[in-house]
């Protein structure tokens, strides 16, 4: 094992050999093995936007078995999807790339009011089908949130019983900040801070722009002139706002874009010191060559080496 | 052990030696070992104002490393904070502090309708990280008191049974209090015994102003004259209201503000027979040295050597 | 033990034999030991009236210890309280009194819509502290009342299976009653009987002024000319109503005032066939001596001795 | 309560103000009320003996009411059996002296190997029946004592936490021991030293001969001369060996005899510091007020008025 | 706290800070504090051999107050006990020095064919009583030796989870071993090793004598060459033994002898990398005086100071 997997694992001094396996086991897998680095492929679409929306770009992506198959092929350091797509495809590709279960999943059929998502699958299941580790979302910022910090606090204590880590995605959303507000800095730092609070081994988080959305944070971010023109330096803030750079943090991508920005978006988040990305529609919506060719060089911009 | 300490203990006389070795350990640990008083370090703001608001005077804070470490050099009794900020320091820092597990926290992005904290940790947490006790917040005033004070008695009983005693954070607040009222005389008076009934060890509560806030207590307080010119008259009457000074009652600082002005106010709290202090963003928002400097100082005074 | 105390345990025939002996051990205690009548001090205000407007006209009262000891010197038959004042002396008064954990309690902080406690304590901690019995509160005419009757519920059959009796406070209070109709003769006599259904062993209710509340009601007891122009005709309707005499009915006597007015009001209640007295702020916010002075007095008028 | 109760209670500082208040109420009933010292009545004889055995000499016996009300005229402190005759009798006579229920119990119809009683009741059914505490038998010397070891060891536990105090028999018995060695000095002595560190409240023991069983003892006692000459001594010796007389020590009587050699007998417990005598047979086998007037000398001579 | 406490806590790395905090608890007391030594004061022979053979020589030691006294004026790490002497003395000396609550005892009463102690107390009770680690004994060569080992397994898993450390006497008796095979080599080795294979946290063997009980050992001891002509010698091979030194091992000094010799034997075993010693006999047999006289020497001499 390499000396900087080493000193992320010893970040979590409080964990048993278990979660610190698994934290591992994904660290090890890959491409980005032994880097410290990670791409994660995330497919939880299909419940939250719906099937056609997630999979008529690519209709190949309708199959649970070309998610796990493109993640492997691309070199990830895990899968991450809701109980039916791990399901699928647990058992015939049982031991080829860490898993992660999403134990909470939203849908966009529902009315919603402030946003929950439902809980659709047990850390027993994650032992069951062989998992890595347990995903869940928060949503800072909703008149929710208590509830759900609540029931992520119960599933992390048992996942960390049985040796399993969390990864949190951590989407603040809610009557509590604006819609441009959820990517403003100090939301996304805050978020990741609570996050890292709450006992989460992986933070997920979105790139943030250049706006302070709180007036008493905003004061703080002027006084103390806390660097935030450059998406650098945004990434750096959050970073640094997970215990200091001590906790994984990874950015996703959001929607679906064009290749080179995609591609300047990763640079800029490895410049800041993100842990990686967890890179979901711009992966699997292109056409597999292509988001194999994409997720490579994001990979060797993570490691360095673009 | 010093016979104040014994006395101390004493008042705990339903509890079985569990708890009172706890709160023992705490007594006997830092400058402050074997005088009774207290001074504790918590560092929630994180989770309840967000990580820039709270560590950006002093970047060194974003590193949960940073505070326990001021803790153990301040000579503390105890350091209190979040499951994360425990999380990432208890296996390092194993027994070189008492630790206090706070159970629940608030946060500052979403909106608040009455206020209520989100329980983020267990008692079995606060055992696995080897903390001597647990901490809660109950807001006095809330429309969703009860359901606060229903959820501490579950945990006070489940902590008491496996030995660790209670801090209970007792902050007027919610729709049953004016703004200014929540530091009233008789409201932080009524937050301090309402925190003992519920069987609080230990009750921290904020310097209260020279004010009455409810029509009837008022009529009481000026019937029997209850003194309150002085902040150190009004600490006495606080103290008074926790079961006649036989709970240990423990005042914050509040705000970040001027260091003669914190002594000064520690000066009152002393002389007033306040059991110690609980001094967050005035000790870890200033430079280390400094931060040192002021809670020898405080420790100083309530050790009545200064 | 005495024919009239084995009386009264014959009413509770589908008790088990730990409840009878708990109801015994009261009514052998103090006294009015064998008398079968009942006067006891409950001190519950610091926590619904807060600290300084239950003790700062008797300051000694502040002490937890204070209220055993008085209610110990006096000869009650038993002491009342929430949690945190049982716990503060249980330990060191261990058999020296019956003690009756109060279960719920309500606060005078926060802003009410209907009236409904707080659960405080639990069967457990009764059974942890020694207790003789639990207490519990409920609002009937509250728009909260049916929460408060199943909460209720669960701990009558809770305790009952350990060998504790409920004794229940009812206190009509709510949207459903005018201020005036909260000690309507009807009002209270319909309290009773609702305690008495919800399987309450001691029912604690207020003397009933002479007016009838509710309209139906009113036609009835007009029809029947049930005589309520005495408080001494209006206390034999209440315990009437409570099982025609087969619960024990024991009452408050409110707010403090002059002892001779005390006096010749429990001197109608024992004359309308009470069961005897639960006197709180007219005991303990008086100097012990005269406390002590007023208490033997009732229970003189109870026991038919003065 | 009398000082020397008090005394008394503090030697259980690690118990709750329940197993407290259930160890003042059995010291605080009868004759010997205040005085710290016990005459229980126990009638286990039935199951261990057969009822013929046990009745025939007095048939009023073989009613279960009659051995209640000879222990509460008798003015015992508490009056100890197993579950039947408990249930028979708690009901009726609820509240009118402690009860002890003996958890286990051992019959002679059975051919036994290594002595091992059953347990036929539960701490459910002490708390039910209202009882003061369990009661429990040990056979120190029995190839079986480990089973009874451990099922002792979870019940006290259970028990504990309800509040309830243990009562040990602790009869040395099997092959283990010889039979004359079943009272020998040293193997009683031991066997209340077992007892207490198995955390029994209250130890009964059978007055020890003046004989030392064990060879590895013998020179002990031979070497520091242990006085053993008298009964006297020996009984010193057997409460200095239950924690130096921090443990409750009562002795039994064994089989019926003269009343002049019962009281002999007693004279010589008081001498040596014992807490008091538990006697059955030699109390109920008697003519109602024959057993009276033995049970009524007995108490006198421990309260050292006789 | 030191370098060396700090690298002895790193040999612990799959534990959680709980068990770690325990152990530095005790490595952080007394007069060894930061040395990474130990002398604990081990009380259970009063259940093990019987009160007058424990505590006839000094028979102070009756009182169980006499005993946590010693340990706490002498400064030992810690003190030993089965639940009787604990329960007896945890509420009044809460807090004053680490408790081990020896969860199994054996008496020398009943015949006994294999070896085993009865469990006598449980994880449940260590926490209430606030010790700071549960004690276990196995009988490795015992025809039982499964049933305890597996005993041992579950006590050890439920202790971790909770923050507590295990302390494993290891003995080897029974049908497997010859009486002087009991403290051969090879056996005390093999003891050690399973011990630390069972999961110990902190081993208790006895100092070997030169000799090689099994045949197929001797085979290895004599073509290795495995030096064990001085106790030296054969205490580094024990303690090699147990990982290598990676896991704590302490020595008792077995039954009371002279001054000198067991200062000689102290020596041998600080020069042969024991971490300590575990004194019983030896030290409360002896006048108080004496005693702590001695327990200083032995401290000085693990210390390297004398």
């Known amino acids: 094992m390499t000396t900087r997997v080493k000193e992320i694992l010893s970040w979590y001094g409080s964990d048993n050999p278990g979660v610190k396996a698994n934290l591992a086991r994904m660290m090890n897998t890959g491409r980005l093995a032994g880097t410290g680095k990670f791409v994660i492929l995330p497919v939880d679409q299909g419940f939250e936007h719906g ?16 998610h796990i198959e ?11 999807a809701p109980l039916g797509f791990l399901e699928a495809v647990a058992g015939d590709y049982a031991g080829d790339i860490p898993l992660i279960l999403k134990l909470n999943n939203s849908d966009s059929l529902a009315k919603v ?110 006084k103390f002139a806390i660097p935030s023109a450059t998406l650098t330096e945004r990434i750096r803030h959050v970073v640094q706002s997970a215990f200091n750079g001590r906790r994984i943090v990874i950015f996703s991508g959001g929607e679906a874009k064009g290749t080179e920005e995609v591609l300047a978006e990763v640079r800029e988040l490895a410049a800041g010191g993100a842990f990686g ?30």
Chains 1, 2, 3, 4, 5 share one sequence.
């Not at 493109?70 to 991450?80: K, W």
């Not at 979901?280 to 993570?302: D, S």
């Open 51 to 66: 099937p056609a929306r997630s999979f008529a770009p690519n209709p190949a992506g309708y199959d649970p078995r070309y």
């Open 70 to 80: 493109l993640a492997i092929e691309a070199g990830c350091n895990a899968y991450a």
């Open 113 to 222: 009011g402030e946003p929950c998502s439902a809980v659709t699958g047990s850390v027993e299941d994650a032992l069951r089908l062989g998992c890595a580790a347990i995903g869940y979302t928060i949503y800072p910022g909703s008149g929710e949130r208590n509830a759900q910090f609540e029931a992520l606090r119960e599933l992390i204590l048992e996942a960390k019983a049985v040796g399993l880590p969390t990864v949190v995605w951590a989407y603040p959303r809610g009557s509590g900040v604006s819609k441009d507000g959820e990517t403003a800095l100090d939301v996304v730092a805050y978020a990741a801070q609570m996050a890292a609070q709450l006992g989460a081994h992986i933070i997920k988080v979105k790139p943030p722009k250049d706006l302070v959305e709180q007036p008493e944070a905003r004061k703080v971010y002027e």
């Open 277 to 306: 990305s967890i890179m979901g529609r711009n992966a699997f919506q292109r056409p597999k060559a292509e988001a194999l060719q994409l997720l490579h060089a994001v990979m060797a911009i993570h490691a360095g080496t673009l």
